[in-house]
């Protein structure tokens, strides 16, 4: 559950080490429930952890938020990723890309990473292949 009066309160609450992971999950149902899905306001939550690791999980998440709104869309995930700090595009990108990975649509994972500085693309691109390469499958064999 999420207290209306202080969203910060479940991740807070818990010991330092918790805090990236529990923030990472939270930011969905927040961003869902309280902020409506505002990307500014959501940007806001996650600038509010100090800590550099919770807000790389922050707004990570917020990537994969963006992607389960609609993955239809992702010229709009790119568009909304931007609106962030510079420093954080990467990381909303980044988790984006890799969710069409695990999706199996690395193209357009890729097509999310050259919206990038080169200097962090073919990191991305690695990411998007690793994902999709990380999927099960499973071969069947004629004779």
Sequence with gaps: PIDEHNIYAQCDALPAQYQPACVREHVFLVRLSMLERDTDKTSQYCKYFSHWDIQVQCFGALGGA??????????????????????????????????????????????????????????????????????????????
């Design 66 to 143: 963006l992607y389960q709104d609609d993955p239809s869309t992702p010229d709009r995930i790119v568009s909304e990723c931007n609106r962030l700090d510079s420093q954080f595009v990467g990381m909303c990108i980044g988790v984006a890309a890799r969710h069409y990975g695990f999706s199996r649509q690395p193209d357009t994972g890729k097509y999310l990473c050259s919206a990038l500085p080169p200097e962090m693309k073919s990191h991305c691109q690695n990411g998007v292949d690793h994902a999709f390469g990380s999927l099960y499958t499973i071969q069947t064999y004629t004779e």
